[in-house]
């Protein structure tokens, strides 16, 4: 098992877990997900039909789940590493981090913030999901059509419990003090051209009067989509392409009403300035 922690901006970074095969038998609950996945493969090779509009949109909402619910979900739950580590051994996980992108003192705080800020919302969504899947017990009834409302609700409240199972499973890890970051060379040589990149800010509104309205702690993006490929070779992780992608889309679309307001206060400001002189 092995933690990367991914800056994507200035002040925001998402951790992803890359671990080995823990149990020797799969689950049920990883069987079932694993059926899920072969059903949905199969659906998106159809040329037409309901189940290529199905798989259409069903990407789309998958995008808009939040990147740090994404890789929560990625670190596996506690009871399942208890079930093949029950020794009480001291070893260590390794958390990959670029040093020059993210202090090593703040790693840790960094983790515990991801662990800890959205478990209350993984909490109430999915008992939410699990109390409304059974009403959509109706739509069953309809021939020939897949009772979607129901798998959607089965699907969210899964995710939900895999996010939280996977922050306690951090929080598990910081609190028995069992984490060891680690700057890796290769993720720092990565890192100073994004950081570089990043100062220049070639989507910066090209206004000097917005600069000085500007902190020097102003978020921007470190990363863009295409960066999620290498940062994955890197790492060996090749599935953090699409998690490198979504993460930097979200942020991207957050971060354009932050502008946006700079932009007006500055407006606003420099209106006020005009009119008292």
Not at 96 to 105: E, L, T, V
Request: charged letters at 30%; hydrophobic letters at 35%; aromatic letters at 8%.
């Amino acid at each position: 098992m092995r933690l990367f922690l991914v800056p994507i901006s200035k002040k925001r970074a998402f951790v992803y877990c890359r671990s080995t095969k823990l149990l020797k038998k799969d689950s049920y609950l990883d069987r079932i997900t694993a059926k899920a996945a072969e059903t949905w493969g199969k659906w998106e090779q159809a040329d037409r039909g309901w189940k290529k509009s199905l798989v259409s949109y069903g990407h789309r909402v998958l995008q808009r789940i939040p990147y740090e619910e994404w890789g929560l979900k990625s670190i596996p739950p506690l009871n399942a590493q208890r079930q093949v580590d029950q020794s009480g051994t001291k070893q260590k996980v390794e958390v990959a981090f670029p040093g020059n992108a993210i202090k090593q003192d703040k790693v840790l705080g960094t983790l515990r913030k991801l662990a800890t800020e959205r478990q209350d919302l993984h909490r109430r969504r999915m008992w939410w999901s699990i109390i409304l899947a059974p009403l959509t017990a109706p739509v069953a009834l309809i021939p020939l059509v897949p009772n979607i409302p129901f798998f959607y609700l089965a699907y969210r409240g899964w995710s939900h419990w895999r996010a939280l199972s996977g922050s306690k499973h951090l929080v598990f890890l910081l609190d028995k003090d069992l984490l060891e970051p680690r700057s890796l060379s290769t993720l720092e040589h990565f890192y100073s051209r994004r950081l570089i990149h990043a100062e220049k800010d070639p989507q910066r509104n090209d206004n000097p009067a917005i600069v000085l309205q500007e902190t020097e702690d102003e978020e921007k993006l470190l990363l863009q989509e295409s960066d999620g490929r290498e940062l994955g070779k890197i790492l060996a992780a090749p599935e953090l392409q699409i998690e490198v992608e979504r993460a930097v889309v979200q942020i991207r679309h957050s971060l354009s009403p932050e502008r946006e307001s700079i932009k007006k206060k500055h407006d606003l400001d420099h209106s006020k300035e005009t009119h008292s002189s």
